[in-house]
């Protein structure tokens, strides 16, 4: 076991030497970076592999005894300190870019001197025959003392983590805020552009109920600032561009509902062109495809269900286009939208 311990040791100490030959060095550019950043990765894996199973070994040698004498605080205070020993390795080895301010505090060289102490200490305890001739002040000291420092850094960087915080999350929220409001504003811009009698059309996505309140209103302004604003959404509704139309009708009240309810029905079927045109030309299916289209369609008919139109049959073509055959390079999936449909047919009919 002694003889695994020390060639672990001897792994720990080669990545040691390479990455103390590389600390506080620019970070070349180029390919010559990529090499760089590949080298200081395998070295800390390295150490990280060579540092465990040396300290596996000590441990079940039971040569950490003069740690305490109390078990379970012997036990915590090693995995606690080989932990933050090697967390400390990491920031150090890996630069000032991202480190905690302790890291750069104590410099770009502490890797240089954070390891031999470690590595003297786990030469000594693998081979107990060196105690006679060494003093255990010597080893057992700058051992402890390193390790203490490691846990005292750790402790440090999660102190500064728990203080950023409250700083970390105002920032995000003034991003995002900055982000909503330059959002906001080219919406607005994109609506105040518009001519709503002949491109409404392009700002119904505008009209959800998910749209910031601002927008919404200025959309539903600018589209009924055109007379025939419900005439032309009737007839939108025998294009491509039903489901726009059905999206708005899902969100949205009209003042003439008598002029849309037979016209439902033929965007319906406009709805289960595009559904077969999905079938077909979608190579990997998802679950929440079509959905959302289906649901406002489901929504807008539950809107004018008092006019007595019939629109199972739209509907029940709605559903076939569904069934469509999938060629044998297309992924199928458990589309949500089915259900919702089969549960409405089975209701209205």
Known sequence: MNIIGNLALIITALCYFGLASMAGKPTP?????????????????????????????????????????IPSLRNSLVVAGIVSLLVMAFYTAMGEGGAPWIVKFLGKYTIVWLMPPVLVGGFMLLNPSLQTYVPSAVWQWPFKAIISVSILCCVLMVGEWLVRIPGNLAQQATARKAYDDTRRQEFLAQIERNNPKTEMVLILVFTTKYQDKAVREAALAKIKSNPQWQEYLVDRLQTPWADEIFRFLADNDVENRQLFAESIKTGILMMAEKFKDGMERTHTFHEGQFYTETESVLQTLEKFKDFGVDYVPAVRKLRKALDTRLKSYQHAANLRCIPLLDAWLKNHS
Not at 46 to 55: D, E, H, M, S
């Open 29 to 69: 550019g180029g390919d010559a970076g990529v090499g760089h950043a590949f080298a200081l990765f395998f070295l800390f894996i390295g150490l990280v592999v060579g540092l465990i199973i040396t300290t596996g070994i000590i441990f079940l040698k039971g040569d950490f005894e003069w740690v305490s004498a």
